[in-house]
């Protein structure tokens, strides 16, 4: 069974503070090594044996070399320190790159899956990508044209506001003109009315002297 970057990192974290636990004091003594062995001896049997144990042994080769070189036992405990320091950063970057990719993952997936269903239902409604852009075209076209008519619309309505200004204005003389023409036409009934009955008047004597002679009897 193999083991992932982030259990590598957890073992190597483990040993390093097994390490530390060991080699935090400056003098040694059989309890602490007990007790690494002790914590070395608890991981055996399992697939993280071979890590722990390697890292023991480089921490306590660390710390001899470092004993050798300074003098003095526990001379390696600030580079000890220093290496759990990185070893902690680095897994918290791996976590956080880790979280990031899974994060992006999950996104790319519903995409996908988005996709696969608007696929399904254009196909359920018997459309393509071809006619869909189509439809789009025309209804920009359509757009348009909407926009051209709304401007002459607006022309028109500028122009119809301006008549309507002007009809306004001549309304009172157009009232005007229609009083005076029932004016006139009132009188020329009159003069017409006075017409016939001076007509009439002058064609009535002459009308009655015609029968007068007609009725007188010579016989």
Known sequence: ???????????????????????????TNPRDELKCARGSKSFRGTETERPLRWGVSVAEDDAEDDAEDDGGPGSGDEDVLTSLGASYRA??????????????????????????????????????A????????????????YQENS???LEAETATSYWKSQCQEVLPELAASNLENQRLTEELRMVKKVAVVTKSRRYLPHESKKRAYSDINFG
């Open 151 to 153: 401007g002459r619309l």
């Open 91 to 128: 897994w918290r970057v791996y976590h956080r790159e880790k979280r990031a990719h899974d994060y992006t993952k999950s996104r790319l997936v519903d995409a996908i899956r988005r996709e696969a269903w608007l696929v399904k239902q254009l196909a359920r409604v018997g459309g393509s």
């Open 1 to 27: 069974m193999k083991l992932s970057a982030c259990a590598l990192i957890a073992q190597q974290v483990a040993t390093t503070l097994f390490a530390v636990c060991c080699f935090a004091s400056r003098k």
């Open 130 to 145: 071809e006619s869909i852009e189509r439809t789009l075209m025309a209804q920009e076209d359509l757009q348009a044209q």
